[in-house]
């Protein structure tokens, strides 16, 4: 549940700028903030299941924006490319480092 | 006119997974392969003023989609960046380097 939670949250930072007000409004309270379905439903006087079913057609939208634009793949990607090129800094391995801007160019 | 074709063919590349085929064909034809708005019209049997239409509309969902996603931006802040470190390491600069690296890391 909170390996779902973290790639969700990554997901909507991602993907937020593409979703209703409301979608938005919603995924925040839930996942950011951390209230319960109920709470939510409460402060907005919606049901929990519209509530709720608004939340998992977010999360099924912002999966499919991933499956066509892979923003937080290849966010995760130039992640660990650049976390190694901290290690070949380190190591003074400026072939490696070389390497690697090739690398990253390669992967927009 | 050059500069707004390769815009748009950057903006084409980061986006066309959210058109619809006939969208993505369309643009494909006039934007890639130089087809004209009559040679387009006439191998699809619909009006030049529809695929003119429709190729206008496309351009302006993907420059709609730039202003929320920014990927091109974002791709050409990183190409900079990564030419700025080729510079750097020609010149061992591992401290620019460094920095660099620092960079790269917060533009997500």
């Not at 998992?56 to 937080?72: D, F, G």
């Not at 990607?77 to 901290?86: Q, S």
């Amino acid at each position: 549940m909170l390996e779902k939670t973290t790639r969700i949250n990554f997901l909507f930072d991602f993907y937020q700028a593409l979703l209703t007000p409301k979608q938005r409004n919603y995924m925040e309270m839930y996942y950011l903030e951390d209230y319960s379905l109920g709470e939510i439903s409460e402060s907005h006087n919606v049901s929990r299941q519209a509530i709720y079913d608004n939340i998992r057609r977010t999360e099924a939208m912002i999966e499919a924006y991933e499956e066509k634009l892979q923003l937080y793949s290849k966010f995760l990607k130039r992640k660990t490319l650049l976390e190694e090129m901290e290690q070949a800094l380190t190591n003074q391995d400026v072939e490696h480092i070389k390497q690697l801007v090739d690398v990253l160019k390669e992967l927009d």
